[in-house]
């Protein structure tokens, strides 16, 4: 398993964690707990903060905006309960 893998996997796992077990200083947990709605809205300026980024061209700012997407990615993954494998596959 390569590391950047292990790291989404270990991410993710983090994620399903905060939703099984929220707490109220989990970003995660309340973002999931707002529901459906606002993980997609979030997910969804993530990726224009990618696009914009990509546009600007400054590396920095692009693996900073990606990092957030993969992230916003995971806790939608996570949301609806599908296993990173099935990325993968």
Excluded: C, W
């Excluded at 905060?18 to 606002?38: C, E, H, I, V, W």
């Excluded at 979030?42 to 905006?65: H, Q, S």
């Excluded at 990092?67 to 990615?73: I, M, N, S, V, W």
Aim: a negative charge; glycine letters at 6%; zero cysteines.
């Amino acid at each position: 398993m390569s590391e950047q893998k292990h790291i989404l996997d270990a991410v993710y796992q983090v994620v399903l964690d905060r939703k099984a077990n929220p707490s109220d200083s989990s970003y995660t947990a309340s973002l999931m707990q707002k529901g459906l709605n606002a993980v997609l809205k979030k997910l969804g300026e993530e990726a224009t903060e990618v696009v914009i980024a990509g546009k600007g061209g400054v590396r920095e700012e692009v693996v900073y905006e990606t990092a957030d997407l993969l992230f916003h990615t995971l806790v939608l993954l996570g949301y609806h309960d599908i296993p990173l494998e099935a990325v993968y596959d």
